[in-house]
Nanobody, 126 residues
């Protein structure tokens, strides 16, 4: 069992920044790939960013590429999402996801992930 808890969401002006954190607990040694997804009202959950176990391979959705950065600290069992140059289209509930498997590769496929956090709200005002 793996538990994920997101934090760091909030209200920010357009052009501002936020840093989200996802703290993992439980059998964290079984986790490899981590990801961030988001879901806005009336829309399906969409991929944002992913990172492999060692943190040396990442991939981003085109909509956030160049603005968001995913990173992880395996000592702290925490993954981060640094969000810069935020715009109102980034408003959504952001979810952290974990994929089991020691050698899992980065993936944008929501169905490849095994565990999900409860989400943290990010609201960007114009």
């Amino acid at each position: 069992q793996v538990q994920l808890v997101e934090s760091g969401g909030g209200l920010v002006q357009a052009g501002g920044s936020l840093r989200l954190s996802c703290a993992s607990s439980g059998r964290t040694v079984s986790v490899s790939t981590m990801g961030w997804f988001r879901q806005a009202p009336g829309k399906e959950r969409e991929f944002v960013a992913t990172i492999n176990r060692s943190g040396d391979d990442t991939y981003y959705a085109d909509s956030v590429k160049g603005r968001f950065t995913i990173s992880r600290d395996n000592v702290k069992n925490t993954v981060y999402l640094q969000m810069n140059s935020l715009n109102p289209e980034d408003t959504a509930v952001y979810y952290c996801a974990a994929k089991l498997g020691r050698y899992g590769r980065i993936t944008a496929d929501r169905y490849a992930y095994d565990y999900w956090g409860q989400g943290t709200q990010v609201t960007v005002s114009s």
